[in-house]
């Protein structure tokens, strides 16, 4: 992601974020509801941490093992 610019990078968020939401709504697993209600909170949850700049400059890396890329956006 580096020499990414910060407004490609937040689109490219987003567009993961539309493609997983869709993915994991509950309303398409109706078979395994329960899982994907938690995945959608989830991606949702991190959604909402990744295109928000002060949510997203309080996550520590070192508690979130997943966010360890935020440093570039």
């Known amino acids: 992601m580096t020499g990414m610019k910060a407004k490609e990078i937040k689109a490219e968020v987003r567009k993961?974020?539309?493609?997983?939401?869709?993915?994991?709504h509950p309303d398409k697993n109706r078979n395994n509801e329960k899982e994907a209600t938690n995945r959608f909170q989830e991606i949702l949850?991190?959604?909402?941490?990744?295109?928000?700049?002060?949510?997203?400059?309080s996550v520590s890396?070192?508690?979130?093992?997943g966010f360890e890329y935020l440093q570039y956006l």
């Open 61 to 65: 890396p070192e508690h979130h093992p």
């Open 45 to 57: 949850k991190a959604y909402e941490v990744l295109v928000d700049d002060e949510k997203r400059d």
């Open 16 to 24: 993961s974020y539309r493609f997983l939401a869709m993915r994991w």
